[in-house]
Structures are given as structure tokens and as C-alpha cells.
């Protein structure tokens, strides 16, 4: 697996788990704990955004020039399995 992939699955997991940490939170508004940890994964995902960002272009066709979005390899350009 190439660096950008696992970055990218680094910025899925933790969009995941900040997504059910949202949910939860809807739940229980009060739980301290969990918003803070929320707020922990918030800054941790715009980290990991930044990075990936910085190295491979945008992650969506809203944060480019438009034209950057159509200058990334897509997932089909790149050949074989890197390891």
C-alpha cells in the first residue's frame, strides 16, 4: 500500500469515528468526555486534511482550483498493487 493510501484510510477512519462520535453526542449531549474527545478528532482530521492535502492536491473538487481535482491520478490511473 502506497503512502497516499494510507494516509487516505488514516483520514477515513478518523472521519468515521468523529462521524459516530457525533451521533452519540446527539444522545448525550452532556457526556464532557465524548465532546472532548470529538473536539481531539476534529483537529486531528484538519492535521491529516493539511497533510494529505499538501502532498497529493485536494481530497474534493470544492477545496482545488478545479483543475487540481483533474491533475490527481484517479483510482484506476494508478498501476498495480504498491507494497
Same mark, same amino acid.
Do not use: C
Given at each position: ?13 478518523? %472521519?468515521?469515528?468523529? +462521524? $459516530? ?9 452532556? @457526556?464532557? /468526555?465524548?465532546?472532548?474527545?470529538? *473536539? %481531539?478528532? *476534529? ?7 493539511? $497533510?494529505? /492535502? *499538501? ?7 470544492? %477545496?482545488? $482550483?478545479?483543475? @487540481? +481535482? ?5 483510482? +484506476? @490511473?494508478? *498501476?498495480? @498493487?504498491?507494497?
Amino acid at each position: 500500500m502506497s503512502h497516499r493510501e494510507k494516509l487516505l484510510r488514516r483520514v477515513s477512519a478518523v %472521519q468515521f469515528a468523529l +462521524w $459516530e462520535l457525533h451521533l452519540y453526542l446527539n444522545t448525550h449531549p452532556s @457526556d464532557m /468526555e465524548a465532546l472532548s474527545l470529538h *473536539e %481531539q478528532y *476534529e483537529m486531528k482530521l484538519a492535521k491529516l486534511k493539511t $497533510e494529505f /492535502e *499538501e502532498k497529493y492536491g485536494p481530497l474534493t473538487p470544492i %477545496q482545488g $482550483e478545479g483543475i @487540481d +481535482w483533474l491533475k490527481n491520478p484517479w483510482p +484506476w @490511473d494508478v *498501476e498495480g @498493487d504498491e507494497k
